[in-house]
Nanobody, 120 residues
């Protein structure tokens, strides 16, 4: 079993910044494309940002230009730098492989994620 450890979530004012980190307990992230997902109140989970094994990145239109995903394979971490945060960014954020399919790591078990709340 591979444990995921989150850090960086919290409460921030609109326009502020947060940096989320997700770390695995053993070297596994390097095998997969990784992504940050979020689930906002009343909405379905969505892929916010993805990063391929080779480092290519993709972003949801709603966060493009504000969020940056990165990975550090030796440290087995995936990060999400979030700038110019908006109240609409309020959600529980999760990291997982891309895509999440039966048989992939953490399929059906996303863990607790980390709460991001953007509010004044």
């Amino acid at each position: 079993q591979v444990q995921l450890v989150y850090s960086g979530g919290g409460l921030v004012q609109p326009g502020g910044s947060l940096r989320l980190s997700c770390a695995a307990s053993r070297n596994i992230f390097s095998l997969y494309a990784m992504g940050w997902y979020r689930r906002a109140p009343g909405k379905q989970r969505e892929l916010v940002a993805g990063i391929g094994r080779g480092g290519t990145t993709t972003y949801a239109d709603s966060v493009k230009g504000r969020f940056t995903i990165s990975r550090d394979n030796p440290k087995n971490t995936v990060n999400l730098q979030m700038n110019s945060l908006k109240p609409e960014d309020t959600a529980v954020y999760y990291c997982n492989v891309v895509p999440v399919v039966p048989g992939s790591p953490w399929y059906g078990d996303w863990g607790q994620g980390t709460q991001v709340t953007v509010s004044s």
